[in-house]
């Protein structure tokens, strides 16, 4: 056996990933039709091709989610193939959680994967409960395989007999004792198997078998599986042993016309698998379960979020991004009582003047809230805007949190990994970047909005509610997901989860008590606008909305 590596290999690490089947991250894979011509030349020499798609110095486990592929990793990679005809190409990652480039002959890697180029592609990374196939281009099988950790102990074996391949699955708790090399299960059925004879033999293998053991007793039966009607039934004998330990098992196989039946067997050994015999069959159609779509989808979440975030925190030469008659529509300012030298209620009146008007603001609320709270933030003190201002901007140029891998001290931001000198993209640094704008920003955002109301009343608990939900989510990120790729060590030192929040705490406390000693809205602004009124004549609506800017205690 020849073994041509491009670097070493690594198939599966200890990573916890949810496995839960859900629409929002998973992609059906293309089928495929094979015809089962079989004039390929696949030579008695096996080849095995073990890729390493890490770059090094390498960030911790957790961030690496997804790899990437270059053009001239794949170039070198069909360079190998065509040196090395016909391989298993092994690594660690699946084909759907690879970036890849296109090679100079055009093709990416999956197209590599699904051409007869290669026999079988092994993988590992996501940890399945048992094993999942893939099939991908023309017909060519993707294996990834289960995690062999101490929750699941478990690996594989494939089986190469007379060209027909096959991945087993093996329990460490539970050894195997037998093993069907043919016929090939449904499942596995690739461009390479062949799946057309009709008169071939049902083959078993036994381990841990000696020349002075009883032969074992295995009958067979065979289905129609469409009406589940026998049409052949016997039992296996000893064909021969292979080695020492080691004895196969056969009968003879004919089937008389194409279809699928079911394979059953029983006595030493129990199985049932479905099987093709016919010129052609469809393969395909799986579907990939594991954070597929969730590469593309964070890049939107992140960009929509943060010009969103931008556009309520950043000062602009113009106000028709503010709303102030529909915010107060909202607080439902609509006359002034009180005396303002003391505890007065400042309210403004608003006079809609029919339904339509109602309808526009209603939508205008719904559709285009985050304007409705730029509108409040515009009245903060210009202190607390030039924090929030930084808040969401820093998540361009501050790092999100720090590791060590190795002794080289690494950071993580939204443009990837740093690590001794060397930069690379990671997809997890965007999503540190959504937990960041989602999990800090957002709701400094919503309390500085909720204390900038001109009356402030019982409704703004409501606001609260959605101020504190993403607020108990800083623990979990911390605790769970930042700690994981940052070590205990480095967690705390986090500039966006655990520094910069700890700072804006700070502040807010300062405010909130000069906000409750004082009030937010200055009450010379409105004296002065009360007072003018019977001067100029102007309504107090009219008034207030002639402030562009009203003047804040901080």
Known sequence: MNQNTINQSIINHKLS???????FVSKKNVSSNIKNEFDRNLSNELNIIALNVFNFPTARSLLLLFSNMSKQFLDNLEK??????????????????????????GRTFEQIVGS?????????????YSLEIQHHGEGNMEIVAPSNSEKFQLFGLVSIDNGRLMWHQVDIRNPMKFMTTH????????????FQEKDTEIRVIRFNSTFDQPEAKISFSIKNSKNRKIIK???LKLARFMD?????????LNIEDFGEYTLELN???QEERNFIVDSSTKVGNEVWVHYMSAKRIIWIILVVEFIIFMLIVTPLPFNFLRFEKIENWIEGIDYLSGNPSHNETMVVEINLKNNNMKVTYWLLSIFFGFLLIRTRYQRAPLGIKIMALFAVYSVLFIPTLEFNTEGDIGIVWVYGVLINKVSYFIDYSVYYAVLYLTFVCYPMIAIISSMCVYQWNKKQLGDLIFVFLPLGGIPYVIIRIAYQASGKSLIMFSPQFVILPLLYIIIFIVWGYKWRKSGIISKNVFGNIISSNSQTGKTIQESLNSHDQVKLDL
Not at 80 to 105: G, L, Q, R
Not at 116 to 128: E, F, K, N, T, W
Not at 183 to 194: A, M, R, V
Request: a negative charge; hydrophobic letters at 25%; glycine letters at 4%.
């Open 17 to 23: 990933f949810s496995d839960k089947k859900t629409s």
């Open 80 to 105: 190998t193939i065509e040196e090395n005809p016909n391989p298993i190409v092994m690594a660690h990652y699946p084909v759907f959680e690879i970036h890849s480039a296109k090679s100079s002959k």
């Open 116 to 128: 007869s180029d290669i026999r079988l592609y092994l993988c590992g990374h996501a940890h399945p």
């Open 183 to 194: 016929p090939i299960s449904k499942e596995q059925i690739s461009i390479h198997t062949n």
């Open 233 to 235: 039934k016997g039992e």
């Open 244 to 252: 020492n330990s080691t004895s196969l098992y056969s009968a003879p």
């Open 267 to 269: 006595g030493d050994y």
